[in-house]
């Protein structure tokens, strides 16, 4: 995974502008999905011979009243989790204004890797505004001209080393020597659970009609959701924070709750968008089918969406209430579960009834346990002498006589759980044995349901 800047800053400091100077044409996302793309923008940036993501929280410009600001905070809040490392802009010609302050202590809060750039620093009127910039308490600022692509070269020199350390980290962890066991390691699975702090963060998701607003009205105790201020405002991704069983819960929203002020031929094609942004936002999805019309093309879209962004999976089937032959059903529910979302391996699908409450409490404990499983860490000494009985159980093959020595694994990083192998030829490995291996990290560490990424590299 690339290095990831993001730029952060009141609106209209140079953000866009700086974005699409480092950016040129190269955006990542793709056209079909316009909900992702809308107020997290990303891109590939490229800055001299250095490469690495940026994402921007422009399209808020607009932003004037309460709602707006604090929709502002979130994103920007959301990109410095996503971000190795932020790039705070300030308007070097209006010098510090009390809402730079409110995104200092954002980034303060969060401790985020700060770089502070005092942008439009161009000619002499930038210079006081540089001045005032160290009453902010973030270090030296870089002066920038986005617009004249002045300050680029310090730019790249503050960010050479980060973007080094960051692909060291990826990249070097190999022990010069045989991997050194420890006999008795009693390392746990390390798992961080959601405090009053940092809810866990979930988004609903499914087609119109399948009981999104119904579910998380019950969840709430109230209907509060279709009533709030918010309700109608449909650029940004919108939460509600509450306390499901004692759980800390932000509760992403998604267009289908916000329905009644909508106008009905668009619910589709905006509850399709609003969803994939709501992805993007939650460490748990759970996706909502219909016990009438489950695991339509829109709902196996989205649940694809949702590994491939490396989210915890969760499905659950509404409206059980309705259904007569509950055994079968739920068979013929598992046998398509399996067949079409071969990917979700092994995640929960729990049956529910919105409207009346039914399942709700098991749809709680398989949210709470597939984020644990999604923080799964596990120690690099419990892998490798886990690797050791994998390699014994089913050697690598030998394509081309030449023999695949898979010497070391190591995790490199959690939510989702990810790993790196270091291989003599990891070219030549078969995609099977990645999966063996996959699979059997799945098993044997309890990590049900979850994606799990598992990286080669190669050493000889
Ligand atoms: P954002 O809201 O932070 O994304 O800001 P924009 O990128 O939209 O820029 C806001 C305004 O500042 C635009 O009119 C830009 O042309 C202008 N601007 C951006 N960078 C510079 C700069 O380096 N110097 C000057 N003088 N103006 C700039
Ligand atoms: P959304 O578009 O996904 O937000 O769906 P709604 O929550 O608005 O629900 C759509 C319709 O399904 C409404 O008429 C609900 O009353 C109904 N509904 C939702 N959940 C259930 C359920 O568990 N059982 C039954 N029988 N109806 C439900």
């Not at 540089?130 to 692509?149: N, R, V």
Request: net charge negative; hydrophobic share 40%; charged share 25%.
């Amino acid at each position: 995974m690339s290095f990831t800047l993001a730029i952060v800053g009141r609106p209209n400091v140079g953000k866009s502008t700086l974005f699409n100077r480092l950016v040129g044409k190269r955006l990542a996302l793709v056209d079909d999905q316009p909900g992702v793309t809308r107020d997290l923008r990303e891109g590939a940036a490229r800055l001299g011979d250095l490469k690495f993501t940026i994402i921007d929280t422009a399209g808020l410009e607009m932003a004037t009243d309460e709602s707006l600001q604090g929709r502002m905070r979130m994103l920007t809040e959301r990109a410095v989790e996503m971000a190795d490392a932020c790039l705070f802009l300030i308007d070097a010609r209006a010098g510090v204004l009390p809402a730079d302050e409110i995104f200092a202590d954002i980034l303060r809060k969060k401790s985020a890797r700060v770089i502070l750039g005092a942008n439009k620093a161009e000619g002499a009127a930038g210079a006081a505004g540089m001045m005032e910039a160290f009453s902010l308490g973030l270090g030296e600022p870089l002066g920038l001209s986005a617009e004249h692509g002045e300050g680029m070269a310090d730019l790249a020199a503050v960010l050479r080393p980060m973007i080094a350390d960051h692909e060291e980290l990826a990249e070097d962890y190999t022990p010069e020597v045989e991997v050194d066991v420890p006999e008795d390691d009693d390392e746990e699975h390390e798992y961080v659970p959601a405090t009053p702090s940092k809810p866990l963060q979930i988004a609903v998701v499914g087609r119109p009609n399948a009981g999104k607003s119904t579910l998380i009205n019950q969840i709430l105790g109230e209907d509060r959701l279709l009533t709030g201020p918010e309700a109608g405002i449909t650029r940004d991704a919108i939460s509600v924070q509450t306390t499901w069983s004692g759980t800390p819960m932000r509760i992403f929203d998604t267009a289908g709750m916000r329905k009644k002020a909508k106008v009905q031929d668009k619910l589709e094609k905006l509850s399709v968008s609003d969803g994939l942004r709501a992805v993007k936002f939650a460490e748990v999805v759970v996706v909502l089918l219909d016990v009438d019309i489950p695991f339509e093309q829109q709902d196996l879209r989205i649940a694809d969406l949702a590994e491939r962004e490396g989210r915890a999976v969760v499905l659950a089937v509404n409206k059980w209430d309705l259904e007569g032959e509950k055994q079968d059903k739920l068979r013929a529910l598992k046998e398509q579960f399996t067949r079409l979302l071969p990917q979700l391996r092994g995640a929960p699908l729990i049956t529910v009834s919105a409207k009346t409450g039914r399942g709700l409490e098991r749809l709680h404990d398989a949210i709470v346990e597939a984020h644990r499983v999604w923080n799964t860490r596990v120690s690099t000494s419990m892998l490798n002498r886990w690797l050791v009985g994998m390699l014994e159980q089913h050697p690598p093959p030998a394509p081309q006589g030449k023999r695949i020595k898979l010497r070391y694994i190591t995790q490199v990083k959690a939510r989702p759980p990810g790993f790196v192998v270091m291989a003599s030829h990891p070219d030549l490995l078969p995609a099977s044995y990645s999966r063996y291996l996959v699979n059997g990290l799945r098993e044997d560490f309890d990590m049900p349901g979850t994606p799990i990424r598992l990286f080669m590299r190669s050493q000889n």
